[in-house]
Nanobody, 120 residues
Framework: QLQLVESGGGLVQAGGSLRLSCAAS????????MGWYRQAPGKQRELVAQ???????DYRTSVKGRFTISRDNAKNTVYLQMNSLKPEDTAVYYC??????????????WGQGTQVTVSS
């Protein structure tokens, strides 16, 4: 059973930094895309950043230049370095993996979410 385990959330002051990690555990042959979404109270879940197995990245406009997504394919782990955090970055951040190939199955998976709170 594949699981995505997130870590690194917390409380930080505006202008500070946090680093999120998400590790996929289980027998995994490949993962097409790994990424981070976030959901603030009363708002829809939105894509923050994603990275393919080949290293191509895509960022939400509001985080470009402040957030950096990276990936360790050997460890099936994705990271999100968040710098110059703003109060509007406050949300629950979810890790997502799409196109995951495991023995006998292919699918998409979500982590349980980690809270990021940025105080002004």
């Amino acid at each position: 059973q594949l699981q995505l385990v997130e870590s690194g959330g917390g409380l930080v002051q505006a202008g500070g930094s946090l680093r999120l990690s998400c590790a996929a555990s289980g027998i995994i042959f490949s993962i097409k895309t790994m990424g981070w979404y976030r959901q603030a109270p009363g708002k829809q879940r939105e894509l923050v950043a994603q990275i393919t197995s080949g290293g191509s990245t895509d960022y939400r406009t509001s985080v470009k230049g402040r957030f950096t997504i990276s990936r360790d394919n050997a460890k099936n782990t994705v990271y999100l370095q968040m710098n110059s955090l703003k109060p509007e970055d406050t949300a629950v951040y979810y890790c997502a993996s799409t196109g995951v190939v495991t023995p006998g199955e292919r699918g998409d998976y979500w982590g349980q979410g980690t809270q990021v709170t940025v105080s002004s």
